[in-house]
């Protein structure tokens, strides 16, 4: 798990994360979290993409597996489930307010972006809409930041720590990985 300020993106996790994609990752800033393989799960990118547009999910889940996962909880109604706890539990909506001041303060790192100036990401501050961007911060950012996100990570048949990528470890494939930079 990361938060800004991120390590130097490698080639080699530029190329995991096409792979993922099924196309190339547009804006990266940094990997912000990863399998436990080494692969990229979540990409960091810039609030404003190189050819201008304004992008507000800054931690992006790329793992084909973690978003067929979080599909797979939105078809099961966990949105709906989420947000129902959410409406019900001041606690919750407090942590989850904070889970947004700090997404938002990560990405704040790679510049304001006037078209998105105090827009998140996943629904928050007070809605559950995205499942993806909350497990996508909740994996960034660790336990405990964003509750929401948490949760729907505790209900996903994926896990960072069991591995299922297609080609496992390939981001630290490469001479110029942090591994064998050591
Ligand atoms: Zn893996």
Redesign the pocket.
Known sequence: MTTPPFAPVEDADLEVLREQLGRPARGVVGIAAR?????PTVVATAPRLPDGTPFPTFYYLT?PAATAAMSSLEADHVMRELGELLDADPELQSAYAQAHEAYLRDRAHYGDVAEIDGISAGGMPTRVKCLHALAGHALAAGPGVNPIGDLALERSTWSPAR???AT??SALAAPTSREAAG
């Open positions: 399998c436990v393989c080494g692969n793992h591995c299922v990528c496992p470890g």
